[in-house]
C-alpha cells in the first residue's frame, strides 16, 4: 500500500526529531570537549581537505561568513591552525591544521569511535547490519532527491535579526569586490536598515543565501526599492527577474503609487532590469566622491497608478 504524502511527511518529521535527540547526545560540548558540534565538523574539514580556505567551509558546512571566521580566529589563537597565502593568488589563504591542532583532531576522532561503539553495543550484529543497510538506503534517497533539486530556488518574505547581519554583510562585499566600495559603505548600510521596512524577499537555494531585495515605505503612497541583489553563483538564472516581480505584485496589491529607487551609474548591468519592470530614470545628480570612489546617481521611478 502507498503510503500519501502527508503521512509520508509526518514520520519524516517524527524521525526527524528523534534523530535530532541522537545528534544531541553528541551536541554541544562533544565527546566532553570544549568543542561544540560545528567547531569539530570545521576542524575535520580542515584536517581532511587539502589546501582548504575559508570559503570551502563556508560551502560545504553551509555557515555564515562571519561565524567561520571567528572560529578560524578562534582557532589560531589555540594554536590550531595556520594559514599561508597562496602562491597562485595572494587574496586566498590556505588553512592548515597545527602538530597540536593535529593531536587534538585525533583524540577527538578516537573518541568519536567510542561513543558509536557505545551506542551499539547493547544492539545485536543481526540489528547492526539492518541498521547500517537503513542508514544507507537513508542516504542513497534522500542524496538522490536533494541532487535532483539543487538548481531549485525558494523565496520567502519574512525575515530575522539574523538575516539582516548576513544581508548587511553580502551587500558589503559584493561592491567591495566588484566596485571597490571602501567600509563607509558598511557604516551607510547599518543605516538603510533603520527605516521603516515594508517588505524584504530573501531567496534561497539549498539553505545558501542566493539574493535578496527588499522595500522600505516612505508615505502612504510610495515606497523604495532597497538591497537588490543577486549572489554571483545564481545569476543568469532568472532570479533578479523573479524578485522584482515578487516586489512589484506586492506594491500593487497593497495599492501604493510608486516605487523609487537610487543606483550609480557605473551599475549599468541593472538597467535593462529596471527598464523590463518599467521603471524610468527620473534624476541624475553630479559625480561626487563617495564612498571611495567617484560616483554619479541616478534615480528611478515606477508609477503603479
Excluded at 560545528?38 to 581537505?49: A, C, K
Excluded at 545558501?208 to 515605505?217: E, N, R
Amino acid at each position: 500500500m502507498k503510503i500519501n504524502e502527508s503521512a509520508a511527511g509526518l514520520k519524516f518529521r517524527k524521525f526527524n526529531r528523534f534523530y535530532t535527540n541522537v545528534l544531541g547526545f553528541l551536541n554541544e560540548h562533544i565527546y566532553d570537549s570544549p568543542f561544540s558540534l560545528t567547531e569539530t565538523r570545521i576542524l575535520f574539514e580542515i584536517y581532511n581537505t587539502p589546501n582548504c580556505t575559508a570559503k570551502d567551509l563556508q560551502d560545504k558546512l553551509v555557515l555564515d561568513r562571519g561565524y567561520v571566521s571567528r572560529m578560524l580566529k578562534q582557532f589560531e589563537k589555540e594554536d590550531l591552525i595556520y594559514k599561508e597565502k597562496s602562491k597562485a593568488d595572494a587574496r586566498h589563504h590556505y588553512i592548515y591544521v597545527t602538530e597540536t591542532g593535529k593531536t587534538i583532531y585525533k583524540k577527538l576522532e578516537k573518541k568519536a569511535n567510542e561513543q558509536v561503539e557505545l551506542m551499539l553495543k547493547e544492539i545485536d550484529d543481526e540489528k547492526q547490519h539492518k541498521l547500517a543497510t537503513a542508514m544507507e538506503e537513508i542516504e542513497a534517497i534522500l542524496s538522490q532527491s536533494l541532487s535532483s533539486k539543487t538548481s531549485g530556488i525558494s523565496i520567502r518574505d519574512y525575515y530575522l535579526s539574523d538575516d539582516i547581519h548576513l544581508l548587511i554583510e553580502k551587500q558589503r562585499q559584493f561592491y567591495a569586490e566588484a566596485h571597490g566600495w571602501d567600509n563607509t559603505f558598511l557604516a551607510y548600510l547599518h543605516e538603510t536598515f533603520d527605516a521603516e521596512i515594508e517588505k524584504i524577499w530573501i531567496a534561497e537555494s539549498g539553505g545558501k543565501f542566493a539574493g535578496c531585495v527588499g522595500l522600505v515605505k516612505q508615505d502612504k503612497k510610495t515606497v523604495q526599492l532597497r538591497w537588490f541583489l543577486v549572489d554571483a553563483a545564481f545569476r543568469g538564472r532568472g532570479l533578479g527577474t523573479q524578485l522584482l516581480e515578487h516586489l512589484v505584485t506586492y506594491s500593487r496589491e497593497m495599492k501604493f503609487e510608486r516605487i523609487y529607487l537610487w543606483t550609480v551609474s557605473s551599475m549599468a548591468e541593472a538597467r535593462p532590469l529596471y527598464e523590463k519592470f518599467g521603471f524610468r530614470l527620473s534624476e541624475v545628480k553630479e559625480e561626487t566622491s563617495l564612498w571611495g570612489q567617484h560616483l554619479t546617481e541616478e534615480r528611478w521611478d515606477l508609477e503603479l497608478s
